[in-house]
């Protein structure tokens, strides 16, 4: 009998446990890694625990956002990503709103935990997902745009501050979180040419929809600049730069030349890449300055 409770209590556990990884997983390369990566560069990282502390804190984030995106979008997600745990029936969109405002509640605590600064980065992710999804700034390109700057500097903010010795911004964290938002919201467009059915669909005008050919031209053009201009700014060395900017233009090339969804969906996985790579930077001026 024992054995029976144990063992039903195990596999329940199991069930949610994996809807909880189906509704990130997509995120971990998007989210979860290059924030990780940003805030070890930037604070620079401390030690082991330090960054467990910041992984767990980003994926609970992570989760809160998904959560409250993917119950406002399972049309889309029935389209574009069928597997995720609405489309599937493991939760239902209603359970999915329940969940995201319990999340909401248990993010901000736990980062209370932390300190005042810390619980302030996590009600501003809170509140960026509150108008992308409640007051519909997803529809549109200009609004889904800043929502991403606030929701990645929000990330940063409070990753950076976790995986650090000192929880104080210098002018190179200050900078490094200016430049990723910048770099944010000219390029993050990037996600959204494979999802043009499913944005069509819900009547969003992101920027693929709104300036087809625009859009593709842009990025290539935006990710070669941010190429050269990243690897000066923060004195990286000429052979990185060149391996970086061939990385950026070969990315944008992508974009711009192959455009079927297959293609674009790969295209956004080397995206990522570069993004990683262009968080790592601030590392150098770290590195610089410990000498």
Request: a neutral charge.
């Amino acid at each position: 009998m024992l054995f029976q409770v144990i063992a039903r209590e195990v596999k329940r556990v199991h069930y949610h446990t994996t809807t909880a990884a189906l509704f990130t997983v997509a995120d971990i390369k998007t989210i979860l890694v290059p924030i990780t990566v940003f805030a070890c560069a930037t604070a620079p990282l401390h030690s082991p625990v330090h960054l467990l502390s910041g992984v767990v804190w980003t994926w609970f984030h992570q989760l809160m956002c998904n959560v409250s995106n993917q119950a406002r979008s399972s049309e889309e997600d029935a389209v574009n990503k069928p597997w995720r745990p609405i489309p599937t029936s493991r939760i239902t969109a209603s359970q999915a709103l329940m969940l995201r405002w319990f999340l909401v509640g248990l993010c901000i605590a736990y980062s209370a935990v932390y300190g005042f600064d810390v619980a302030l980065a996590s009600f501003s992710l809170f509140i960026t997902t509150f108008v992308y999804d409640e007051l519909g700034f997803a529809g549109h390109y200009i609004g889904k745009n800043f929502c991403n700057i606030g929701g990645y500097v929000s990330l940063e903010v409070g990753a950076t501050k976790l995986v650090g010795a000192v929880r104080d911004f210098d002018q190179t964290s200050i900078m490094a979180c200016v430049l990723s938002g910048a770099l944010i919201f000219t390029t993050i467009q990037a996600q959204d040419f494979a999802d043009v059915e499913g944005d069509k669909l819900l009547g969003r005008v992101t920027i693929p929809i709104w300036a087809p050919e625009l859009s593709r031209v842009g990025t290539l053009f935006l990710m070669c600049a941010w190429s050269l201009f990243l690897p000066w700014y923060w004195e990286i060395g000429a052979p990185a730069t060149l391996a970086f900017l061939a990385l950026g233009t070969f990315v944008g090339l992508r974009y711009y030349l192959l455009r079927n969804t297959d293609a674009d969906k790969r295209s956004y996985v080397l995206y990522n890449v570069w993004l990683v790579f262009a968080h790592i930077m601030p590392l150098k001026q770290r590195l610089w300055a410990s000498m």
